[in-house]
């Protein structure tokens, strides 16, 4: 059996030419890790802003192996798991640096060669959770960042209720098309905002009124009656369309202006934050937790765009793109 794997890591920060392959030791699980035989990544906006150094304050070291969102079969796991090998499984991967009291075995996790931009990946078991069936490989790995962050933000920072009004800004993106479904399927009057090329498929999402930014009478114009909560995938100046949009007390919860949303709230009577995604929902009770990964998506799941083992490049070029217009 191989030593070693292939890997795609980067050596020093900067553009998506700094990509490149390598061959790497095969990772050795650890006694609380399972060893994953990838089947598929996700490629997000934070893999190509920590390659470009966006986020240096965050512990890491050279080399880095990008990525966070894997899916696949277990290799191995520790004795007395409940995965076995063989299993389909799918893992947000994120080093749990933030996260020591929960897991004290995160305590030297840091942004390093344990990514997921290889052939094996080593995770914590308590990261890693079985895929559902009614998801493929690639659908399952396009899940775990987007989910989970939609889902934090919907149910523990908006804790939004049936029947509300609730505003996604940037619906047609990756975690804004996972908040829609799973606005929609906690009862809310969804309403999302896109550009008007985007506006079927946002429509397809479930969303019960679609709003196209690029339009000359505004985001709030357009959505008319003002809303109880608003999710902003967006920031910049979206992030005062969504102050605007909100009823007195209204709040907003920003994924990409968490200062700037607080602050425009602040000023106008209503609340508003940021937040950094975990694995643990802050609703949990206190007991030892489950997986956050095993959400009943009651939401369809879209087909992922799919890149070809020589694109990691193009990936992080198409995830810059998307995230910028």
Request: charged residues 20%.
């Amino acid at each position: 059996m191989s030593t070693t794997i292939k890997a795609v890591q980067y050596t020093e920060y900067g553009d998506a030419s700094v990509l490149k392959a390598a061959e790497l030791p095969k990772p050795s699980p650890q006694p609380h890790e399972v060893l994953i035989k990838v089947a598929a990544i996700g490629t997000n906006p934070v893999d190509w802003k920590l390659r470009q150094g966006y986020i240096p304050v965050w512990p890491h070291a050279f080399p880095i192996v990008p990525g966070w969102d894997v899916a696949g079969t277990i290799e191995s796991a520790p004795e007395g798991s409940e995965f076995k090998v063989g299993d389909k499984v799918f893992s947000y991967t994120r080093p749990a640096f933030d996260m020591v009291e929960e897991y004290p075995t995160a305590k030297d996790e840091k942004i390093d060669a344990s990514g997921t931009y290889a052939e094996y990946v080593a995770v914590a078991e308590w990261k890693v959770a079985k895929i559902p069936t009614s998801a493929s490989l690639a659908q399952a790995a396009s899940i775990p960042l987007a989910g989970l962050t939609a889902y934090q933000a919907l149910h523990d920072h908006l804790k939004i209720q049936k029947g509300e009004r609730v505003l996604i800004l940037g619906a047609s993106g990756g975690v804004g098309s996972f908040a829609v479904g799973i606005a929609k399927a906690a009862g809310a009057y969804v309403i999302g905002t896109c550009s008007g090329r985007n506006v079927d498929y946002v429509k397809g999402l479930g969303a019960d009124l679609v709003v196209d930014y690029t339009k000359e009478q505004g985001v709030v114009a357009q959505v008319g009656d003002k809303v109880d909560k608003v999710f902003d995938c967006v920031g910049g100046d979206s992030t005062k369309d969504g102050v605007d949009a909100l009823k007195e007390g209204g709040i907003i919860s920003s994924i990409a202006n968490g200062e700037g949303a607080a602050k425009l709230a602040a000023d106008s009577g209503k609340t508003g934050s940021g937040f950094l995604v975990k694995y643990l929902f802050p609703s949990n009770s206190t007991t030892s937790p489950p997986s956050p990964l095993r959400i009943r998506f009651s939401i369809s799941l879209t087909i992922p765009t799919i890149f070809c083992n020589a694109s990691f490049s193009y990936s992080h070029d198409q995830a810059l793109r998307c995230s910028t217009e």
